[in-house]
């Protein structure tokens, strides 16, 4: 076992987990934070996806101990007092949600694409989000909620 | 089936010196764990035979890009993300950034390393090609010392490198050489985004006139390692684009570059296949240079 610290969501963890434990067991099954979804374990899917130290990062592929230190961001802490995100927000008004087991990746995918190109073209937000799945949309809702977030600078 | 975590054992020593102590006091017991974008898939589809792992993702000494007048030294511990925001880079060596930009997701390359996808030693590798046709050199580190060879000698066969189980890769140096070059990049895959190569070939040329004064070819999955295509280039060398004598030069290139072919049939592609794309990619650098 290892001891790990880490901020999930602004608030500072103190964990004693395998070190080889995925960081998105320790999100679901430490913390309980469950919005984090396992799609294919093998960082092809994007749905385990979360912020780690600003940058997107499947976390199926990251050991708890090399986020010793790191600030993590979940689907849980995109929203701030009970309202959703602006790019939450656009999800849900342009259909870019369905099913939902994807949603929590697109999110941060989104989040982290907003970031790094606020006006994003087509072809940046294909790139963006080109490691996250989707088998409900069709992706075509999703990208117009992009764009969409994007117009209302959300980031 | 997934492993059990509680089988594995991880630490992270704060300093690449401890980390060689580390390695070269148990040499062969611990495997270096970087981005985890390879290892951490073995770890959750039960495939991961190492049990104890040393991490180097953390140290700094790695993760570097440094620009000097003769060469660009990038850290074996330096992202593809690290790699694709360099300016320097993407303005001198458009094929790593390409071929950067093709590994995996945005989500992996934050993650991945250079030094981990040339140890990882696969033959479909995206940055090899790149980094053979650019004539890179690799610095290799242990407790020991620091040692530096041509990066042509460092795939040894299938997935077989010529790294000590107590050194590093430290660096990958490629020299600023190629200004005035003709640089081209092509991976052949099943989709454009998350595929592993069937095939790929990168390529720089320089021209005086029609005349080709000099030809480095890189090519994935051409043989059982990432390779530079010495014979292709050796009958493209001189050889003139012009239209009278162009059909003639592809000729030559293509059948010395199928002579030193050697692919093979698996999950993703056919010999057969590999190898008459590898010609079709050959021709359309060279006509493209013409045109």
């Given at each position: 076992?290892?001891?790990v610290?880490?901020?999930?969501?602004?608030k500072?963890?103190?964990?004693d987990?395998?070190p080889?434990?995925?960081?998105?067991?320790?999100l679901?099954?430490?913390?309980?934070?469950t919005?984090?979804?396992?799609g294919c374990?093998?960082?092809e899917?994007?749905?385990?996806?979360v912020l780690?130290?600003?940058?997107?990062v499947?976390?199926?592929?990251?050991?708890?101990l090399?986020?010793n230190?790191?600030?993590?961001?979940?689907?849980?802490?995109v929203?701030?007092e009970?309202?959703?995100h602006?790019?939450?927000?656009?999800?849900?008004?342009r259909?870019?949600?369905q099913c939902?087991i994807c949603?929590?990746?697109?999110?941060?995918?989104t989040h982290?694409l907003?970031?790094k190109?606020?006006?994003?073209?087509?072809?940046?937000i294909?790139?963006?989000?080109?490691?996250?799945?989707?088998?409900?949309t069709g992706?075509?809702?999703i990208f117009?909620s992009?764009?969409?977030a994007?117009?209302?600078?959300a980031? | 089936?997934?492993?059990?975590?509680?089988?594995?054992?991880?630490s992270?020593p704060?300093?690449?010196?401890?980390?060689?102590?580390?390695?070269?006091?148990?040499?062969?017991k611990?495997?270096?764990?970087?981005?985890?974008?390879?290892?951490?898939?073995?770890?959750?589809t039960?495939?991961?035979?190492?049990?104890s792992?040393?991490?180097?993702?953390h140290?700094k000494?790695?993760?570097f890009?440094r620009v000097?007048a003769?060469?660009i030294?990038?850290?074996?511990?330096?992202?593809?993300?690290d790699?694709?925001?360099?300016?320097t880079i993407a303005?001198?060596?458009?094929?790593?950034?390409?071929?950067?930009?093709?590994?995996?997701?945005i989500a992996?390359?934050?993650r991945?390393?250079l030094?981990g996808?040339?140890?990882?030693?696969s033959?479909?590798?995206?940055?090899?090609?790149?980094?053979?046709?650019?004539?890179?050199?690799?610095?290799?580190?242990?407790k020991a010392?620091?040692?530096?060879?041509?990066?042509?000698?460092f795939?040894?066969?299938?997935k077989k490198?010529?790294?000590r189980?107590?050194?590093?890769?430290?660096?990958?140096?490629?020299?600023?050489?190629?200004?005035?070059y003709?640089?081209?990049i092509?991976k052949v895959g099943?989709r454009?985004?998350?595929?592993?190569s069937k095939?790929?070939?990168?390529?720089?040329?320089?021209?005086?006139?029609?005349r080709?004064?000099?030809?480095r070819?890189?090519?994935a999955?051409?043989?059982d390692?990432?390779?530079?295509?010495?014979?292709?280039?050796?009958?493209?060398?001189g050889?003139?684009?012009g239209?009278?004598?162009i059909?003639?030069?592809i000729?030559?290139?293509?059948?010395a570059?199928?002579?030193e072919?050697?692919?093979?049939?698996?999950?993703?592609?056919?010999?057969?296949?590999?190898?008459?794309?590898a010609?079709?990619?050959?021709e359309?650098?060279?006509?493209?240079l013409?045109g």
């Amino acid at each position: 076992m290892s001891l790990v610290q880490l901020t999930v969501n602004g608030k500072p963890q103190h964990l004693d987990v395998p070190p080889m434990k995925r960081l998105l067991d320790v999100l679901r099954e430490d913390l309980h934070l469950t919005g984090t979804k396992e799609g294919c374990g093998e960082g092809e899917c994007g749905a385990c996806a979360v912020l780690v130290d600003g940058e997107l990062v499947n976390s199926c592929l990251v050991p708890a101990l090399q986020v010793n230190g790191a600030r993590i961001c979940t689907i849980e802490g995109v929203s701030t007092e009970g309202r959703l995100h602006p790019i939450q927000q656009c999800f849900l008004e342009r259909g870019g949600a369905q099913c939902g087991i994807c949603t929590p990746g697109m999110i941060l995918a989104t989040h982290h694409l907003l970031d790094k190109h606020p006006n994003p073209t087509l072809e940046q937000i294909q790139e963006g989000l080109a490691g996250n799945l989707c088998r409900c949309t069709g992706y075509m809702r999703i990208f117009e909620s992009v764009q969409e977030a994007a117009k209302l600078g959300a980031s | 089936m997934r492993s059990d975590v509680a089988q594995f054992a991880l630490s992270a020593p704060a300093t690449l010196d401890a980390v060689l102590a580390q390695l070269a006091a148990e040499p062969g017991k611990h495997t270096p764990l970087a981005g985890g974008t390879e290892l951490m898939v073995a770890l959750n589809t039960g495939r991961l035979t190492q049990h104890s792992l040393v991490s180097i993702q953390h140290l700094k000494e790695l993760r570097f890009i440094r620009v000097a007048a003769d060469a660009i030294q990038i850290g074996a511990g330096a992202t593809f993300t690290d790699i694709r925001r360099d300016t320097t880079i993407a303005a001198e060596l458009p094929l790593l950034i390409q071929s950067a930009s093709w590994t995996g997701t945005i989500a992996n390359q934050n993650r991945a390393t250079l030094g981990g996808n040339i140890c990882n030693a696969s033959p479909a590798a995206d940055t090899p090609p790149a980094l053979l046709a650019y004539g890179a050199s690799i610095t290799l580190i242990s407790k020991a010392g620091t040692r530096t060879l041509p990066y042509t000698e460092f795939h040894l066969s299938y997935k077989k490198i010529v790294l000590r189980p107590d050194e590093l890769v430290h660096s990958v140096s490629v020299p600023r050489a190629f200004a005035g070059y003709r640089q081209y990049i092509r991976k052949v895959g099943t989709r454009n985004a998350l595929a592993i190569s069937k095939i790929a070939l990168a390529a720089l040329a320089k021209l005086d006139d029609d005349r080709l004064t000099d030809i480095r070819l890189g090519a994935a999955s051409l043989t059982d390692r990432p390779v530079r295509c010495s014979a292709a280039e050796a009958a493209l060398l001189g050889k003139s684009l012009g239209p009278n004598d162009i059909d003639a030069t592809i000729r030559a290139g293509r059948a010395a570059l199928a002579a030193e072919t050697h692919t093979i049939d698996d999950i993703r592609s056919t010999a057969k296949y590999r190898s008459a794309v590898a010609g079709n990619l050959l021709e359309e650098f060279l006509r493209s240079l013409a045109g």
